[in-house]
Every structure is written in structure tokens, then in C-alpha cells.
């Protein structure tokens, strides 16, 4: 295993990473991928079914103002279409199921009212809230003090309001709202347009699905790379010094000038830095942990639900499924319901049966679409939180007091180790494009650097 | 490097492993710990100043009710002093200075009014946490939804006397009110007897100091253990199967039918387990970040509070330092007070000058102690969050949802890997006798099944 120099050592090779490398490379840069699983894309993964339908296991939206992602998924020629979404939505609320068109539930006008100044309420605090610096906000002491879950008992009256907002937080961050910091929440949604945007698939985060699956522009990406990818090397160490870094993998070691750590912040907290990063640092990725969430996909022979007027989009308050997506392939020769199992209730899936956990998920698929949900082809699961290189998705989430104590230290390089992965996004933060970005800031700041220290290939 | 075969791998000789490895050893087993400094001791660490007395730069007291460590203590003949606390102690809260006698300071008397309501239902609630299982509290999902600073903000009406008890979380915990869950905090109060009882000395968790220091309890049981204990061996991964473990560390791989990994869980989490630990392990450890503290001991020719009749104990709503001990040696023949730098403090004073440092810290000595405390003989800091093998103190902390979610993957073993640390008991967690508790406990589990599967010696 003989070590050999580039110009930046990338570790990771989801879309912040090879965005990086792409990015660096195009510049004249040399770079090499590091990459711990044999494959690329990190948590956008896609897999084909049976029948030979692909699906996606990890990230796969794509919506308005995600410009970033759309203009590379455009750039690589991958066509997107829309979310299924025409017809009716389902909502098991309170125990009553409803049906309902657009974004809205006609549900109980009291309750609608509740959910709706709540709303507006949260739209108008997270509007302010700098997106650079959200430990800046005036209000921050208060907003960082308190849980998403104290914020909606003490303003929201209603008990399925109240449910109906949690529903939310967990679909946007497969945690529950006792989990998240207020200031954390609103942030989130700043960085995504607005809660409304968040939540929603027309016109919302949920609107576009790539034909040839999200994974499909890591993979791109990585052709383009070559050999500068690296799978199956798991970064176990990093050491710099005044002339660069040396990043030790378990298929030997590469020098670079820098290295790019584009991985999930509690992952970056596991590898071994020497020197030691500062207690910041540290103490900031023992405060980020990840989501958790299984995504359970279910084939039938034809999208049935379609016929009775139904988008497959159901919301419930109980159940281990509490949301769902029609995932059918853009042509719909044939079904398939994604069912979502999320935060609390993902966290006691995951360690259960899986014919257990099959079970629950047709049963809660059947109360939402019929008897028809009963009689499925094939069902996928993909448990993000048993993942080694992942441990958890969609992203990760801050408890009160993180972002006010240690927010500077999430993109605040450490000496030649840079900060890249869609959490270190000041836009679209935990979404695809929130990845490209953060690889687009990481390769802008390094083609600055190395453009200020040596030219390329003039190793020091 | 050759590997070997014992009953159990120990991993940490902190105070929880070596009890663990010492009872095992007395009970006919062998053991092999493996520690990753070069000093065994853990969160315990004593230092010689250049006068020759010693000071304990780590945990260091011992009180009533701790009774595990103390039997341990007198087991090995290290005895006990009390901690200096003759005089007055000092109260410096919203702009003004008082000198009061005993626990409770004599201000303004609606502020003690609110602050006495808000400790009696502190002790009323914490009373009630299971000590086992606070996740079975019937008040669980009320307590884990929200901060300490909610509760304070919602039930102390007087800014002094929500400062008070802000305080007191910060003295206890080195974090921040806002970063705590209500039910770990009820839970580690109960742990620990009561609030009243972690913050006092005389009949509190601050009673006794060790004459020789806290450290040498794990000195003298590494010695009893001699050759067993590996020093320098930091831990890399652990496999296992059904027949045993392999532990492989920087000094080689040891073999055991068991493994108890006795370090803080942050620090468990970045171990690299096969098989990958459950998910609800692997996100608990996600989300048990360390608490931020900088002891910093200045010594004197003489303790010379102790002739203006104070204790040398002070409190503080400002300053970098808000809460000193008198920290000298038994026979007061020299003078050392102790500053502690707790939470938001120590998170901004870690990353600063260490000069520019010494000097805030004489500065609030001086506004306690007057002028002769800035003509100081020597000063020593010690700085948790800067270690690698702790990565912060005095423990790890729990936010708001964690344990409701991942409360029984704390002590459940995985596997052939079972858990010690202070982290893990259920009575004075936290505390130097948490420690003990949890090696005792540790030690207890595996004895029975090792006497349950094979004989010692008998190696399958």
C-alpha cells in the first residue's frame, strides 16, 4: 500500500463528497474519494425490484428553489417527473379517516384553525432566523432553551392539532418533537422555504422524483471520477500537519494538501484526528445524532389506489406507517406504496421481527387503502439506523442548546480538514440539495486555498 | 503480537473496569484490561503541584450514601478528610456580594421563598423516578419532552431564584439548563439522593476528600492486578461470535469469552463493533454527549480566606468561575482554591488563550477573596474536554426524548459485550460510587454466566 499525494483527500462518497471532487476536479485539482461502502451515493441509494422496477431506498425528492441539485441532475442528464399526486389525500386522524384534495384536511374548522395560526406562527419565527448563523437569531436564548414538543403544548389548544403538527416534525425529521431544539426546527424550515414547503408535494419538497433514481448522480459523478474513488476504504484516522494530511483507510493511506470530511457528523466524530480536534469540535458531533427511519416499500401488480381516486399519500396519528407515497414506477405499470416508519415508532420497529414488522406495515397499509393492500408482490425494507456508514436518517437533528454553544464549529474548518455533508447547508440543510451545496461551498473554499498556496501538481 | 484467551476483556481502568476486573479476579477469573492512556484512573487523576502537595485534577469527593466507594476506599486503607468548609461561604448573585453560613444563603426572602418552593418540588418529583427504569416514570413523557430550563422558566417566578437553580445545574451536570432533560435530571437527583445533597458539603456529595488522592484507588487495584492491565492500549474494535470476543487494540488483540467495555458511552459509540451493535445501542450512544468543565487549582503560601473566616466556597451568577472549593491540603500548610469553569463558560474559555484565561479566573478570585488572591503561587488547569480517552466531564448527560427512547439499551448487554461506567448505574450515577456500582454490577452479571457456561480455565 504505497501513499501517495493530491491536492485534497475527500472522505465520502454521497453527493456533498463527489460534488466536492467533481467540482475540485474540474478546476484542474487532483483529488482522491475515500469511500467505506462498495458503493457511492451514501443515503441516496436505489434499488431494482422484482419485477424490475426501481425504487429508492434512501433520498428522493427533488422541489422547487433545490436549485443546486436540479442544476447538476440537469447538467448529468437525468431527466426528473412529478410525484404521483393527483385525487384525493387520506387523514386518520383522532379516529376518523378523511379525505381530502390539496394541501389542506377540511377536518374540524376548530382544529384547522389551531393547526393554521400555529403555522403561520412557526412560517413567521423561522423567517427570521439567519440561515448562517442560526445561534445569531435575537431570540436564540429563548428558541434554543425549549423543545419543538414544549413549543406546541404551550401554543397550539387542540389535541389532534397538537398531533397533527408532531406528525409533521417527525415526517420532516424522523425524530419526535420532544427530540428537537426549537431554534433547531426553525432554522430547518427556513432553510427549506417554509414548514408549508417542507410538508408538501405539489409545489413542495416532495414534488419531483428522478426517473433513473437519485443514486443515479452519485454514480454519474463517480464515472466521471474513475479511479480517484476509492470504495470499501473506511477512513479509520486523520493526521495533518503544517504541509497537509495523511488519511488512513482500511485500503492504505493517501496524503493530500486538505481533506474534505463530507460524512454525517457523528460519523466524523468516530474517525481518530491527530492532532486532536478542538473540544468544540468534538463535543459538537456528540450532539448530533441521526434521524431514524425505515423506508418500506410495497409492490403490487397495478397502482389500485389510483383507480379509487387516491394520490397514496395517507397521514395518521397511530400505527408504526404514519405516511405514505405512491413510489410507482412514472409509467405505472405497476404499485408500489412507500410507507414511512418513523422516530419513535422506527426505533421500536427496528429492533422487532421482521415478519412482525411486515405484518403491521400491511395492516396499517390495508386501513388506509383497503383490502386490497393486503394482497401485495413484494415488500423492500431499508432500516437506515442499522447502517454502519450511515447510523441513521434522513439527517441529523440538534437538542436544545447545541446550535447556541457549538454552531460555529459545524463548517469552521480544522486546520487542513474541511466540513462538507448536507448538514453543514445553510440552504436546503438534510435534503439532496443541501448535500450539493455544502460539496460546492467545500470545493469553492479549497480552490481558493490551494490557489493561494501552490499551483497544481506543486506539491510542497 | 500474540493473542490470548481469558474470561474477560476489560475495556477502560477507570474505576468501573478495574472493580470490575478486581472482583472477577478474586472470584477465580482471569481478566485482561485494556486502558487507552498511559495511566489508569480514568475521570479520576491526581497531580503533584511543585510545592508537593497534591491536588485532584478529576472527580474527587466522597459523601454519605456512597457507600460502595467508601467500603472499596477502606478496603484498600486510603482514608478520608473532610473537605475544609469552617466559616462563611460567599454568595455573589445579581450585582451584590453576601457571606452566609451552612447550604442556605440568607437573601432576599422572596427570592429563598422561590427558590425553596422549586427545590421542594424538585425533591418531590425526583423522588419518584424509578432509579432502574426512569422511562416507567408515569410522568415520563411529560418529564422527557422538555428542558430543565422549561421547568425553571415555568415554575420560578424571581430572575435571582431561577439564576440560583440554573447554577446549581451547572455545578452539578457542567452543562447548561437548557441542554438537560427534566426526567434525567429528576432521575440523577434521585440517583443521588437529592438535589440538596449533590450541591452540599457538610452531609453532601462534597463531604470527604481522599488523603491521598481519589486516583490512588485505581492505582492500588492495578496493582493487586498487575500484569493484567494493558496501559496504552486504546481500543479499536470488538468482534464477536458465539464462542467469545476479539478485542483489538494499538498493543495487540486479546481473546476473552467476554467483553465489559467501562468507558463513557460517547466514547463506547466510537469503537467499531462486529457485528454492528442494535441500532437503539448505537443511537443511544448518539446522544449521550459529555458535560464541559476546566478545573483550574491556584495555590497560595496560605489559605488565606480561611483567617477572613470563609470557607473558601463561592457562588456566582457571573464571571468565568461561579463556584470554588478550598481544595487545600489536609493539614493547610499551603493554600489552594480551586475554580471550576462549568458549561457554556468552559466551552468558551477551552478555545481561548491560556493566559487570557488565568487571568479571568484571578479576577473572579480576587472579586471573591479580595487582592491577595491575585498573588498566587502556581495554577494548574485541567481541561476534560480536551482529553481524547474522556472527551469531556464530569459525565454524560441526557437531552429531552432520550431516555423514553433508548433508556434500556444503557445496560443491556449485546451479546458477549456488557457495559460498565458511571454512566450506567442507577444509584449515585455519575459520582466516583456510580462507578463502583456499575463495576460491582458488571462484575456480578458476567461471574453468573461464566459459572453458568465453563469452569475458569476452561476455554471452549
Same mark, same amino acid.
Given at each position: 500500500m504505497v501513499a501517495e499525494q493530491v491536492d485534497v483527500v475527500v472522505v465520502g462518497a454521497g453527493l456533498a463528497g463527489l460534488v466536492t471532487a467533481r467540482q475540485l476536479t474540474r478546476g484542474g485539482r487532483s483529488v482522491r474519494v475515500v469511500e467505506a461502502r462498495d458503493r457511492v451515493g451514501g443515503r441516496t441509494y436505489d434499488r431494482v425490484l422484482d419485477d424490475g422496477t426501481r425504487v429508492e431506498l434512501g433520498g428522493q425528492?427533488?422541489?422547487?428553489?433545490?436549485?443546486?441539485?436540479?442544476?447538476?441532475?440537469?447538467?448529468?442528464?437525468?431527466?426528473?417527473?412529478?410525484?404521483?399526486?393527483?385525487g384525493e389525500n387520506l387523514l386518520d386522524l383522532a379516529g376518523r379517516q378523511k379525505r381530502y384534495k390539496g394541501a389542506i384536511p377540511m377536518i374540524n374548522p376548530v382544529v384547522m384553525a389551531d393547526v393554521g395560526q400555529a403555522q403561520a406562527r412557526i412560517e413567521r419565527l423561522a423567517r427570521r432566523v439567519p440561515l448562517d448563523a442560526p445561534w445569531d437569531d435575537p431570540r436564540a436564548d429563548v428558541l434554543d432553551s425549549q423543545t419543538v414538543e414544549t413549543w406546541i403544548r404551550r401554543n397550539v389548544a387542540s389535541r389532534p392539532a397538537r398531533d397533527l403538527l408532531r406528525l409533521g416534525v417527525q415526517a420532516v425529521f424522523a425524530a419526535e418533537a420532544r427530540d428537537i431544539s426549537l431554534l433547531h426546527f426553525l432554522f430547518y424550515v427556513h432553510a427549506g422555504t417554509s414548514f408549508d414547503s417542507l410538508l408538501s408535494t405539489a409545489r413542495g419538497a416532495q414534488e419531483q422524483r428522478f426517473l433513473d433514481g437519485p443514486q443515479e448522480v452519485s454514480v454519474r459523478m463517480a464515472a466521471e471520477l474513475g479511479d480517484a474513488v476509492w470504495l470499501e476504504a473506511p477512513v479509520r484516522s486523520i493526521r495533518q500537519d503544517d504541509h497537509g494530511v495523511a488519511v488512513t483507510t482500511d485500503r492504505g493511506e493517501v496524503l493530500g494538501a486538505y481533506a474534505v470530511v463530507a460524512v454525517p457528523p457523528t460519523l466524523a466524530g468516530r474517525i481518530s484526528y491527530d492532532p486532536l480536534l478542538p473540544a468544540a469540535r468534538d463535543q459538537l458531533t456528540q450532539r448530533m445524532p441521526?434521524?431514524?427511519?425505515?423506508?418500506?416499500?410495497?409492490?403490487?401488480?397495478? @397502482?389500485?389506489? $389510483?383507480?379509487?381516486?387516491?394520490?397514496?399519500q395517507a397521514t395518521s396519528d397511530r400505527g408504526a406507517v404514519r405516511v405514505t407515497f405512491d413510489n410507482s414506477p412514472s409509467d405505472g405499470s405497476s404499485g408500489t406504496l412507500l410507507a414511512f416508519i418513523e422516530g419513535a415508532e422506527a426505533r421500536h420497529w427496528s429492533a422487532q421481527d421482521p415478519a412482525d414488522r411486515h405484518r403491521v406495515v400491511i395492516a396499517d397499509l390495508v386501513r388506509y387503502f383497503g383490502r386490497r393492500?393486503?394482497?401485495?408482490?413484494?415488500?423492500?425494507?431499508?432500516?437506515?439506523?442499522?447502517e454502519e456508514w450511515t447510523r441513521g436518517c434522513y439527517g441529523a437533528h440538534l437538542a436544545p442548546g447545541v446550535w447556541t454553544a457549538y454552531g460555529p464549529a459545524l463548517r469552521? @474548518?480544522?486546520? $487542513?480538514?474541511?466540513w462538507a455533508g448536507t448538514e453543514t447547508a445553510s440552504v436546503w440543510t438534510g435534503y439532496l440539495d443541501g448535500a450539493v451545496r455544502s460539496g460546492e461551498r467545500a470545493a469553492s473554499d479549497l480552490t481558493a486555498l490551494l490557489g493561494a498556496t501552490s499551483a497544481p501538481g506543486s506539491a510542497p
Open positions: 425528492w427533488i422541489g422547487p428553489t433545490q436549485d443546486r441539485i436540479a442544476a447538476l441532475a440537469a447538467e448529468l442528464g437525468l431527466p426528473t417527473f412529478p410525484t404521483y399526486n393527483q441521526m434521524g431514524s427511519v425505515i423506508k418500506v416499500h410495497v409492490r403490487y401488480d397495478e @397502482p389500485f389506489w $389510483r383507480g379509487d381516486g387516491l394520490t397514496g393492500a393486503g394482497n401485495y408482490a413484494e415488500i423492500v425494507e431499508q432500516d437506515w439506523s442499522t469552521t @474548518p480544522c486546520g $487542513r480538514i474541511h
